[in-house]
């Protein structure tokens, strides 16, 4: 099986109520029809976010497929091509990117219902090779972050290449660590757990990683 994430900042010009709305309903009843598709979450930043800045993201997808590499002939189904159409309703095209990753499971726990999730996005040292990244980050880094109290789930999804196979991916890994809340979440940052984890990242990390907080949305 294989999974892809995908993020992407909305048209200018369109609010954020109406690129979710269009997200949630219109272009999820169109990925939902492509052949083989196991899972498809969307997350998405939440509204009170905006409040303070613009997120680097307002969507995140996480989507996996039937196979271990599906994607070439997939790409040439009527169903695809309906998806890619209707993303010029509502996605800046020049925002759009996406990586193939493998997802390992640090804290294995169901992710709360009506929770958050912390969505961060990793680059590497340029000192760092990637299997030396993928290594701390899951050996070392992985047990620290998961001790964090108040994590609920923890997800490391570490890249395996570009969608289009020819270009390096933009991101190394993507993290996901589950809240009950953003209250949970921000009271996590007195911990020593979460102060060792900071600490932590110059040692793989070329600087902090951007991030988003968002809500999930489970369409298959």
């Known amino acids: 099986m294989v999974e892809l994430i995908a993020y992407f900042k909305r048209r200018p010009g369109m609010s954020v109520a109406a690129f979710s709305e269009h997200w949630r309903t219109r272009h999820a009843e169109l990925v939902a029809k492509l052949p083989g598709l196991r899972r498809y979450v969307q997350c998405h930043t939440l509204p009170s976010v905006y409040a303070t800045r613009e997120p680097v993201y307002d969507a995140v997808a996480r989507v996996c497929f039937d196979g271990d590499d599906p994607l070439p002939a997939l790409s040439q189904g ?11 309703s509502f996605i800046d095209p020049a925002s759009l990117g996406s990586i193939l990753v493998e997802e390992r499971v640090i804290v294995d726990a169901p992710a709360p219902a009506d929770g958050v999730v912390n969505v961060a996005f ?36 570490h890249a395996r290449g570009s969608i289009d196979g020819a270009n390096a991916p933009a991101w190394d890994g993507v993290a996901l660590a589950w809240f009950d809340g953003t209250q949970a979440m921000r009271a996590t940052a007195g911990s020593d757990a979460y102060k060792r984890t900071r600490a932590d990242e110059a040692n793989f990390l070329a600087s902090g990683p951007p991030f988003v907080i968002a809500r999930e949305h489970v369409i298959v």
Do not use: M
């Open 78 to 88: 009527p169903e695809y091509a309906a998806v890619r159409a209707d993303e010029a």
């Open 122 to 157: 990793l680059t590497r040292l340029a000192s760092v090779s990637v299997e030396g990244f993928q290594a701390h980050w899951h050996d070392r880094h992985g047990p620290i972050a998961g001790s964090i109290p108040g994590i609920r789930r923890y997800v490391q999804c």
